[in-house]
């Protein structure tokens, strides 16, 4: 488990949606999670550089676990769900989060996100549960959020879906930033994104 977390932490880094040590990323194991540390380089962690954080918040490692460790436990302890939790900066997500802007339903794979559109969490200081509280409700319904300020934090079943989602998101978020310097995209209705969502449901949300 910590060396699929090392190597997907790593492919954070080469699909462009992490940079430097900004991002973290954990897995749920037994009653708590392991999860990146804080302050490392991705390529320069070990397995015991990954710290366990058990289910009253305690970390065990040599390490100290990533600043952002709160909202990850508090996830995982509200939405059975998660077992896999990925946040990091990227850009375009970065950018609408700057704004404060959510995603709406300007394209049909923004259901793949769970709903008719991608929240923006309230900004509040980084680490804090003032942060894991808003993240909390932003996610409700949903696999994925952007955080005002900030950046983004996804949810799935496992690493290789956590990653794949953030991928996507990020996509989205770029080509909706295109949207609006161009003019005003045209949203899907309810019923449509409705439409979408039980397809992905049905085809195992492929496309
Ligand atoms: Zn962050």
Not at 64 to 90: G, N, T, V
């Amino acid at each position: 488990m910590r060396k699929n977390l090392i190597e997907t932490a790593l492919a954070m880094n080469t699909s462009g949606i992490n940079s430097g040590t900004s991002g973290n990323l954990s897995i749920r194991s037994g009653q708590g999670m392991l999860i990146t540390p804080s302050g490392i380089p991705y390529p320069d962690l070990r397995a015991d550089d990954i710290v366990f954080v058990d289910e009253n918040g305690e970390p065990q490692g040599i390490q100290k676990p990533s600043s952002e460790w709160r909202f990850h436990h508090d996830i995982y302890r509200q939405r059975e769900d998660a077992r896999a939790i990925l946040h990091a900066h990227p850009s375009s997500c970065a950018t609408l989060a700057c704004l404060h802007k959510p995603i709406p339903a300007f394209h049909y794979m923004v259901a793949v996100a769970g709903g008719n559109d991608i929240r923006c969490a309230s900004y509040a200081t980084f680490g804090t549960q003032e942060l894991s509280n808003n993240v909390l409700a932003a996610l409700q319904g949903r696999k994925a959020c952007l955080m005002a300020n900030h950046g983004l934090v996804c949810l799935g079943t496992n690493l290789q879906k956590v990653l794949s989602l953030a991928i996507e998101v990020e996509n989205l978020a770029r080509t909706y930033s295109q949207c609006l310097a161009l003019g005003d995209p045209i949203i899907l209705d309810d019923e449509e994104m409705d439409r979408v969502i039980k397809k992905f449901r049905n085809y195992g949300e492929s496309k």
